[in-house]
């Protein structure tokens, strides 16, 4: 059968609930019902109001306050859970014991233990599990991350981003949980490794026991270094990461409307002296060039690839495997936040089925 057989057959059978009408969830909404792979959409939250606002918006939908018809409901193929961090462990697992395949927004779970059982249960009942980590999805980070495989700019030495912002202050969980998740994940993504080490250090200016600025050092097998800073509490709103490798650099600046990525031919070399107390640096600055990216709404494209995961039987792009490998890094970071910067060391989890 063809890809497009598939997507035909699925246009007749699939049928998705998003869980968490609030924030994020009527992103979710919009991009299931003009999505060609979705036959019904039903929308899941505890608060009447929301669910009016989604009728009036979109007719079509089906509507119910509790997760419990969602799981019941043996026509509903698939779970997209957009709620606070607290609900998405028991929330999924609910989901997948009823034989549902699982979409759960970043943060994937609390805990990197949680993380686990869930995948262990996905694989076991043969379901899709993919955690909501939109800009591995983002035409500018897989650009970033095809000029990296080819080596263009030669051995990664350090990245260093920047993501913040003056709010959203969250009431149950820091901003290393509530910001950090989108760099870790891309840093993991290009990088193709877990750190060794996380360093972090923050404090918690205006809702004391709930740090609002962080940063966070990671330090990886390769040699790399990276640094991130995330704040709910800043005069302007950033979103940069700046790639430094042995050959070029690279600036990535979500915030621009255009020319989003920016390679730089700059760069140092060094000579060893040929006698003591000489040394020489050569300095080179070449063009700065940016590549042409591709023109589409990431979350657009993430959704797809959850639900063309359910028609094929494929992994998703972002999997739970990716979703655990961050949460394993956020704790870290929060253990030495806690610890006045304590040097976290990270080994990788195995996951027995």
């Not at 998705?16 to 003009?34: Q, S, T």
């Not at 009823?98 to 262990?120: C, D, M, N």
Request: with cysteine; net charge negative.
């Amino acid at each position: 059968m063809s890809m497009d057989e598939t997507f035909r057959d699925a246009e007749e059978s699939l049928h998705l609930a998003v869980v968490g009408y609030g924030y994020w969830g009527p992103n979710l909404v919009r991009n299931l019902v003009e999505n060609r792979l979705a036959r019904q959409v039903t929308v899941c939250d505890q608060e009447p109001a929301k669910l009016a606002r989604a009728v009036l918006r979109y007719p079509g939908v089906n509507v119910t306050c509790r997760m419990d018809d969602v799981v019941a409901d043996g026509d509903i193929d698939g779970v997209l859970i957009a709620t606070p961090l607290i609900s998405h462990y028991p929330l999924a697992l609910q989901a997948l014991k009823a034989g549902k395949h699982v979409f759960l927004e970043k943060p994937f779970t609390g805990s990197s233990a949680q993380a686990a059982e869930l995948i262990r249960i996905s694989r076991a009942g043969g379901r899709v599990l993919m955690v909501g980590h939109t800009f591995r999805y983002s035409p500018p980070v897989n650009k970033i991350k095809e000029i990296l495989e080819r080596g263009e700019l030669g051995q990664v030495l350090y990245i260093s981003s920047t993501r913040v912002n003056l709010g959203l202050h969250q009431k149950d969980v820091s901003v290393i949980w509530d910001l950090a998740p989108h760099d870790l994940s891309m840093l993991l993504y290009w990088l193709d490794e877990m750190p060794q080490e996380v360093l972090a250090t923050g404090k918690d200016f205006v809702q004391k026991g709930i740090p609002d600025v962080a940063f966070i050092f990671l330090k990886f097998g390769s040699g790399a270094i990276a640094h991130v800073q995330v704040s709910w509490l800043a005069p302007s709103k950033l979103r940069r990461t700046t790639i430094v490798g042995s050959a070029k650099m690279l600036v990535y600046d979500d915030t621009e409307n255009i020319e989003q990525v920016k390679i730089f031919d700059k760069g140092v070399d060094y000579k060893d002296p040929d006698t003591f107390g000489e040394y020489q640096l050569s300095y080179r600055a070449g063009d700065i060039v940016s590549p042409k990216l591709e023109t589409f709404e990431p979350l657009q494209a993430e959704v797809t690839d959850f639900l063309t995961c359910i028609v094929t039987g494929r992994r998703p792009k972002a999997d739970g495997e990716s979703g655990l490998r961050v949460v394993q890094v956020l704790e870290a970071a929060e253990r030495s936040l806690s610890n006045n910067g304590r040097i976290e060391l990270l080994e990788p989890l195995k996951i027995e089925v």
